[in-house]
């Protein structure tokens, strides 16, 4: 072997070194060492020649003659990891691959090939903890899901049951409902079916619908069940239904026992927590229960609102006129939710059941409204929602959001041929800043860099968290690639801020990859996987840098 060619390892990007061993295998001399490894330890060629405790500090010396009398005695190739420190970069990981030149059965010399392994291990470090985040929102789903005493289950466009809660089976149980009819509409009585479809497909529409039926339970008696359907919307496009069922039962006995007396009827309104209201058939309120006072904090007839729309946001007046009609026309109750107004001024949600009464020739009387205050369910259900589609620590969109967005953007792209982007970036040595500082203010660069991205791109565009410290934006009806860099440019002038936590101030690099999609048939999977290789490539240059890969 020709030790002499200096140029042979000086063309490997790895650092190389070519220790040369003694004779009794205890001790290793530098013989050759390129010019990366010279450059990234500040070493000199007056190392060369040296015995390995003459170079480095004897701490470290000790760890590698252990590493290489390893090698020694097996004669075989062996890999290990190290720490060491750049002056100019840091604390870095490394992966050394010691390969032995065996001469007459002895190791004469020992090859050291160490290559930079520490972006690779903060890959794996921020993926283990994006793992352990999408864990606990799933956690968090499933408890809002599964450990709700309401019966919920959710179901596909065709009233398939896809899902349900404990509460849900045991509802079911009760009903008597074999594993095998899944599907909502075999729940319901054939007199009511029809309704109920009517109801299920207004939900389609976009907008949550209630309706009651009756069911036979195991035993043959009847089961009063309120259903309300609740739209799963991702970008204005129904994707599935919630259905939320309650046994009702004892609620319209209490009624119908109610209805039967009016003193009866005025005893337990005045101690309902429910808004119970009598309404003419022009909306004035006939009579009121004190719950009015203590929840709205309104005295409200002789207090110059006598009418319900005097209480009800505007734009529910339709809806309840409509609901009303309804109940007078077929002489069937009506549940719907509206928006109360309290004494502050605001506003919170009720749902309305309201009953229509008829005199003994069947001539309509007035109406009877019971309101439940649901203010609490509804925060619960826009928490249900946010945690599918959104990432829990930015709200920015999560990967399944993003993905529905691009699919439609796909969509269009194939229809009309309208270029679109999607560039993915991360931050550079993101693990320094968890770890020098705390996960307390790598949560807040992740949750700032995410503000910042959004005000930095058009309301249009989605703006999407993948996991760690890896964003992904999707821009579509970018027609050129000058339009394509003079976004990336203002994105880059936005993310170059410094950022303030606790009186630190620091800078956080960003390595981004773009990619321009003008024509040809392509596919999400395939989308994100290219825009992947091109950020792989910007990171490969050097940190915080950019570049754009035009698709055709």
Same mark, same amino acid.
């Given at each position: ?88 970069? !840091? ?340 693990? !320094?800043?968890?770890?020098?500082? !705390? ?114």
């Amino acid at each position: 072997m020709d030790l002499t060619k200096q140029a042979l390892i000086d063309g490997m990007q790895d650092m190389v070194f070519v220790m040369r061993v003694s004779d009794d295998g205890k001790k290793f001399y530098y013989e050759l060492v390129n010019h990366i490894a010279k450059k990234a330890l500040n070493l000199t060629s007056e190392m060369v020649g040296k015995e390995l405790n003459e170079v480095i500090p004897s701490t470290m010396a000790t760890i590698l003659t252990q590493q290489y009398q390893q090698v020694v005695q097996s004669k075989q190739t062996h890999t290990y990891e190290d720490n060491y420190f750049i002056s100019n970069a !840091g604390q870095k990981i490394s992966e050394t691959i010691l390969t032995p030149l065996v001469s007459e059965n002895k190791v004469s010399h020992i090859v050291a090939v160490t290559r930079d392994i520490t972006n690779l291990k903060q890959v794996e470090t921020q993926s283990l903890l994006s793992r352990q985040r999408l864990q606990y929102s799933r956690q968090r789903y499933k408890s809002l899901f599964d450990e709700n005493t309401d019966a919920i289950s959710y179901l596909n466009l065709s009233g398939k049951i896809v899902r349900m809660n404990r509460a849900c089976e045991q509802l079911l149980k009760q009903i008597n409902r074999t594993e095998d009819r899944r599907n909502i509409f075999d729940l319901i009585s054939q007199q009511d079916l029809q309704f109920i479809k009517q109801t299920f497909d207004e939900t389609l529409k976009g907008q949550a619908h209630t309706a009651d039926t009756t069911v036979n339970s195991q035993d043959q008696y009847q089961i009063r069940l309120q259903i309300k359907f609740i739209p799963m919307i991702i970008e204005q496009h129904v994707q599935g239904v919630y259905a939320i069922l309650k046994d009702m039962t004892a609620e319209h006995f209490a009624k119908d026992t109610l209805l039967a007396s009016q003193e009866r009827f005025r005893l337990i309104a005045e101690h309902s927590s429910d808004l119970i209201q009598l309404l003419d058939q022009d909306g004035y309120f006939v009579y009121l229960s004190p719950s009015h006072e203590r929840v709205l904090g309104l005295q409200l007839i002789g207090d110059e609102r006598e009418h319900i729309y005097d209480i009800m946001a505007s734009d529910d007046h339709d809806s309840f006129n409509q609901h009303l009609k309804t109940a007078i026309t077929y002489n069937k109750a009506q549940k719907f939710e509206v928006r109360f107004q309290n004494i502050n001024a605001d506003y919170c949600w009720f749902e309305l059941q309201l009953e229509p009464v008829f005199s003994d020739a069947g001539i309509f009387k007035h109406s009877i409204v019971v309101a439940r205050d649901i203010e609490a369910r509804k925060t619960y259900e826009h928490e249900l929602q946010r945690l599918a589609y959104h990432d829990p620590l930015t709200g920015l969109a999560n990967r399944r959001l993003f993905n529905a967005r691009l699919e439609q953007v796909i969509s269009l792209y194939e229809r009309n041929q309208k270029a679109f982007a999607v560039m993915m970036l991360d931050l550079d040595d993101f693990k !320094g800043i968890n770890d020098q500082m !705390g996960h307390d203010t790598g949560d807040y660069v992740i949750e700032k860099l995410g503000k910042r991205l959004k005000q930095a791109v058009r309301d249009m565009d989605t703006v999407a968290r993948l996991g760690g410290d890896e964003f992904i934006v999707l821009l579509p009806e970018i027609e050129t690639k000058a339009n394509l860099i003079h976004i990336i440019e203002r994105i880059e002038r936005t993310l170059q801020a410094a950022y303030r936590l606790k009186g630190n101030t620091f800078q956080v690099g960003v390595s981004l990859g773009a990619i321009l999609l003008r024509q040809g048939h392509i596919s999400a999977s395939s989308v994100i996987s290219k825009v992947d290789q091109v950020l792989y490539r910007a990171k490969r240059t050097g940190k915080n840098k950019s570049i754009i890969d035009v698709q055709f």
